[in-house]
Every structure is written in structure tokens, then in C-alpha cells.
């Protein structure tokens, strides 16, 4: 079951890091396609929301890695769970139903590894 949580953990740090890097770099008008919802927020919210992306993958991988405050992992899956939780409450609000669906999975992931390393495969 480690083995398994560390490659989630890797999947889905670099899913959170490419979205984030993605935010963090790439003009919003480029982005606006991709991504519809913002064509309702401002840059500087787009860039807002890469930041807890990029520190979450980092989070989902560093900490335990390197034994330094492990605890930091199941934090920072919690942290991204959070985060999708917001992201879905957006997309049923604005009615997003294809947009909802990577959401809720992505959801179901991080809380998954949050749980898993908080209890019986914790730091």
C-alpha cells in the first residue's frame, strides 16, 4: 500500500505542479480556452490559486522524502483537497459539469492520501 500511495503522490504532485506552472506562467488570455472559468477572474486571482498548487506538490513529495516534518505530506493533501473542494463548489455554481468531474476525482485523491498518511501508513 506504500508503494502504491507514493506513486499517487507523484502522479498527482506533477498533475499540481504542471497546473500550477501553468497558471503561474502563461498569459490568462492563453489560458481562457482552457480553462473557461477564467474568463470571469483576474490575473492576479489566477496567479493567487498557482501558488497553493505548487506548494502542494512540493508538499506531496519533499517532506516525507526527506523525513524532514513529514507531517508536512498529509498537510499539504489535505490542503489540496481543500482546494478542490472550492474549485467544485465553483463549478457547480457556474454550471461547469465537465470541469466538475476531474475536480471531484482529483477530491477523492488527495483526500484519500491525506487520510492514508495521517493513519495507517502515516509519517
Given at each position: ?10 502522479v ?5 505542479a ?15 480556452g482552457?480553462?473557461?472559468?477564467m ?9 493567487f490559486?498557482a ?26 493533501a489535505?490542503?489540496?483537497?481543500i482546494?478542490?473542494a ?22 477523492l ?15
Amino acid at each position: 500500500m506504500n508503494i502504491f500511495l507514493w506513486i499517487l503522490q507523484v502522479v498527482l504532485a506533477a498533475m499540481f505542479a504542471m497546473s500550477g506552472l501553468e497558471k503561474a506562467t502563461q498569459p490568462r488570455d492563453k489560458l481562457i480556452g482552457k480553462y473557461p472559468w477564467m474568463g470571469d477572474v483576474p490575473q492576479a486571482a489566477v496567479r493567487f490559486i498557482a501558488v497553493p498548487e505548487l506548494l502542494g506538490a512540493i508538499g506531496l513529495i519533499v517532506p516525507a522524502a526527506t523525513g524532514i516534518a513529514p507531517i508536512l505530506t498529509p498537510l499539504a493533501a489535505a490542503g489540496l483537497a481543500i482546494l478542490m473542494a472550492l474549485a467544485a463548489a465553483m463549478h457547480i455554481r457556474r454550471k461547469e459539469t465537465q470541469g466538475l468531474a476531474i475536480t471531484i476525482v482529483l477530491f477523492l485523491l488527495t483526500a484519500f492520501v491525506s487520510w492514508a498518511r495521517f493513519g495507517p501508513y502515516g509519517w
